[in-house]
T-cell receptor
């Protein structure tokens, strides 16, 4: 195991539902990330938190809302999603902040999301 | 815009041979480059990091090269085994973010 736990592993939701993805890291890292992975496409960075402060938001639609209550936990709140939002959502953590040249990402197993 | 190219077609090789995967990039000058392994239904796992001033990095059966003139990194697995079958992602670092390629799937046949 990588030390990063994501729940749930699978999620099916309708376009009017509200759900949340949870991520917990047991590594004592200072930075946490949300990535989106669609089939045969590169990982897309959605949000980055460093020391619990959001430092990156890659123009993600407002129907995705992150929350980082402490350095070990990260949430992604979902509401009124679209079918094109169906993808694997990956959480990651790193000891060093983004851009230092040494950050190695530790990923969770992801949440496979299907929006009907 | 920045672009990373990895072979979209799967690489099929025989057990015991050396697998070589390619990562090309344009419109970018990364300070470092990383390689990850991803198995189906799992998140990527970090393998190696190489900096722009390093030509080559090794770890057990893995070797990575980084040619900033050609804007290319090569990832080699020597004496490949069926357990090496997975998708391998390269990621370029610097400028406060990592940019990932789409990955190349490697299949090692007995």
């Amino acid at each position: 195991e990588t030390g990063v736990t994501q729940t749930p592993r699978h999620l099916v939701m309708g376009m009017t539902n509200k759900k949340s993805l949870k991520c917990e890291q047991h590594l004592g890292h200072n930075a946490m990330y949300w990535y989106k992975q669609s089939a045969k496409k590169p990982l897309e960075l959605m949000f980055v938190y460093s020391l619990e402060e959001r430092v990156e938001n890659n123009s993600v639609p407002s129907r995705f809302s992150p929350e980082c209550p402490n350095s070990s936990h990260l949430f992604l709140h979902l509401h009124t999603l679209q079918p094109e939002d169906s993808a694997l959502y990956l959480c990651a953590s790193s000891q060093d902040p983004v851009g230092t040249g040494t950050e190695k990402l530790f990923f969770g197993s992801g949440t496979q999301l299907s929006v009907l | 815009s920045q672009k990373i190219e990895q072979n979209s077609e799967a690489l099929n090789i025989q057990e015991g041979k050396t697998a070589t995967l390619t990562c090309n990039y344009t419109n970018y000058s990364p300070a470092y480059l990383q390689w990850y392994r991803q198995d189906p239904g799992r998140g990527p796992v970090f393998l190696l990091l190489i900096r722009e001033n390093e030509k080559e990095k090794r770890k057990e059966r893995l070797k990575v090269t980084f040619d900033t003139t050609l804007k290319q990194s090569l990832f080699h697995i020597t004496a490949s085994q069926p357990a090496d079958s997975a998708t391998y992602l390269c990621a370029l670092g610097g400028y406060n973010k990592l940019i990932f390629g789409a990955g190349t799937r490697l299949a090692v046949h007995p």
